[in-house]
Each structure stands twice: as structure tokens, then as C-alpha cells.
């Protein structure tokens, strides 16, 4: 999984049909301390991230979509979790 | 997913068993911040109604085909929707540090 935070969202009306009424987040990398890094994903939230949050990324396919709740959609990346603090040792 | 922006079409005269008809776009990926980023790539449209200019998000991976019927076909990158807006939270407000 990987730490990001909420750039913005994306919105469409002429999407594959999986993705019909399923909310888009933008979302960039940040490292441990907070900072972003070049990178960005656009994930399907599902637990209700907003702007600026700190949020938990899963990257990868068969865990997205047993999240997601099926087996054959087009879907890697998805938001798992809000993240309340980072503590590196 | 990525953002990315058709800047061209493809036509192939041959195409590996399960891709006829599948339309193929160069798509320009894009950065965070909406600028040109990397080389463009060639992405299977799975909308099947995205054009050149049009802003997009793509999928790439093995879940690229999976948004393709039929599923099974070798594709790396397909076109999963048409962005209508993006908004990028500009606000400091909303812009929790660390």
C-alpha cells in the first residue's frame, strides 16, 4: 500500500460501466513525513476521503477488487483508509 | 489510474484474435499538475468514444484488459472514462500540513 494525499477528484459521465457512480480521488504520494513526492494515482475511495486528507492506497489488482467486490472489474487502485498519524522510528 | 490526453488515433490493419474493432488512441500522459509528462502511449479505449483533445484516465496493467470485452486480450493500457472536470484542491483551507 502506499501513503498519498487528496489533490482533487475527477468527475465523468462516459466511463466503463464498473465505474458508473463510484467516487474518483486524485491522489499524490507523500513520504513518511509528509511531503509529496512526483507521483499520483486516481483511486476509487470507499471510506469517504476528502480533500487534504492523508489517505492509505492499495495498488494492485486482486486485492482491489475483492474490495471493490468483484472479480472481473477494471480496477488497481482503490482507498482504503484515512490515515490519522506516521511515526518512523 | 492516470490522466492522460488523446492526441491522435491509431489504425491497425491487423490485429491479434479478440481486438477487432477495439478502437486504439495516443494518449499523452499527464502529470499532477495536468502537464505533459513521458512519451505517448497507445491505450484500447474501452468508452469507445473519446477523441483526439479529450482529457482521459487510463488504466494500465493486467487490468487494462479486464475492461475489454472480450477480456482476454493482450492490451496494456485501456482508456476507462472521459474526465468531464478534475479539480485540483487548491485552497490552503482544506490543505491539512503533514
Known amino acids: 500500500m502506499i501513503l ?7 468527475t465523468s459521465t462516459i466511463n466503463h460501466p464498473f465505474y458508473d457512480a463510484k467516487k474518483l480521488l486524485v491522489v499524490e504520494r507523500i513520504d513518511a513525513a509528509g ?8 483511486a476509487i475511495d470507499t471510506v469517504g476521503a476528502g480533500a487534504g486528507e492523508r489517505v492509505l492506497v492499495l495498488d494492485e489488482g486482486n486485492g482491489a477488487r475483492q474490495v471493490v467486490g468483484s472479480t472481473d472489474a477494471p480496477v488497481r487502485s482503490v482507498i482504503v483508509g484515512i490515515v490519522d498519524d506516521v511515526t518512523t522510528a | 489510474m ?3 490526453r488523446v492526441v491522435g488515433t491509431v489504425v491497425p490493419c491487423v490485429v491479434y484474435e479478440g ?6 488512441l495516443l494518449v499523452q500522459p499527464m502529470d499532477k499538475e495536468g502537464a505533459p509528462k513521458g512519451v505517448p502511449l497507445v ?4 468508452t469507445r468514444m473519446a477523441g483526439p483533445g479529450e482529457l482521459v484516465y487510463y488504466e494500465g496493467g493486467r487490468e487494462a484488459a479486464l475492461a475489454l470485452d472480450p477480456w482476454f486480450v493482450p492490451v496494456d493500457h485501456t482508456i476507462i472514462g472521459i474526465v468531464d472536470t478534475w479539480g485540483q484542491v487548491q485552497n490552503a483551507a482544506f490543505s491539512k500540513k503533514s
Open chain 2, 43 to 46: 491505450a484500447a479505449d474501452s
Open chain 1, 35 to 42: 511531503a509529496p513526492l512526483a507521483d499520483y494515482v486516481i
Open chain 1, 4 to 10: 498519498g494525499r487528496v489533490i482533487g477528484s475527477i
Open chain 2, 19 to 24: 481486438l477487432q474493432g477495439v478502437p486504439m
Open chain 2, 2 to 4: 492516470l490522466l492522460g
